[in-house]
Nanobody, 123 residues
């Protein structure tokens, strides 16, 4: 299973970005997909996730109400819509796939990882 994240860029605080994660090499509907991020000098952290059906999502507290994850099974893709971006959202964002049916929020449950896309938010 391969994942390709895209859509990062440099924006101003308050702007929006949509990241995409395209999944290939497996049956997309078998996997939940999570988003993680890593800021310079910090450990990678969980951002949010969507389960294999798309019926359940879960977000880190700091992004609740601003970020939304969705999936399009016809396009084998998951999206992270980020609104009202803040400087502290600056990080490399990674998508990852998990075979677990339950919503999982720690990275040890994710077997496949994409290469990351940089998001930079300036004030």
């Amino acid at each position: 299973v391969q994942l390709q994240a895209s859509g990062g860029g440099q924006v101003q605080a308050g702007d929006s970005l949509r990241l995409a994660c395209e999944v290939s090499g497996g049956r997309f509907s078998d996997y939940g997909v999570g988003w993680f991020r890593q800021a310079p000098g910090k450990e990678r952290e969980f951002v949010g996730t969507i389960n294999f059906t798309g019926g359940s999502t879960y977000y880190q507290d700091s992004v609740k109400g601003r970020f939304t994850i969705s999936r399009d099974n016809a396009k084998n893709s998951v999206y992270l819509q980020m609104n009202n971006l803040k400087v502290e959202d600056t990080a490399v964002y990674y998508c990852a796939a998990t075979p677990y049916r339950a919503v999982v929020i720690t990275d040890e449950y994710y077997d496949y990882w994409g290469q990351g896309t940089q998001v930079t938010v300036s004030s």
